[in-house]
């Protein structure tokens, strides 16, 4: 779930989590807090981690 990214930006946190996805397949989870005055915004991405891996294998040949 994305529970964990959730807490953290309520915390005004940057980081990220690897978590099983709504497909089952595992995602990456990055999230970052926005500084703008008076809003509590904060930006999450996901991305499937097999993807993430494939890219970065094709890239190294």
């Keep these: 779930t994305h529970k964990t990214a959730r807490n ?3 915390k005004a946190e ?3 989590d690897v978590s099983l996805g709504s497909t089952g397949l595992l995602e990456l989870i ?3 807090p926005i500084s703008i005055p008076g809003l509590n ?3 999450l991405t ?3 981690m097999e993807e993430l891996l494939t890219s970065n294998q094709a890239i190294q040949w």
Aim: zero cysteines; glycine letters at 14%.
């Design 8 to 10: 953290t930006l309520e």
């Design 14 to 16: 940057t980081g990220y």
């Design 30 to 32: 990055v999230h970052q």
């Design 41 to 43: 915004w904060g930006v």
């Design 46 to 48: 996901t991305a499937n």
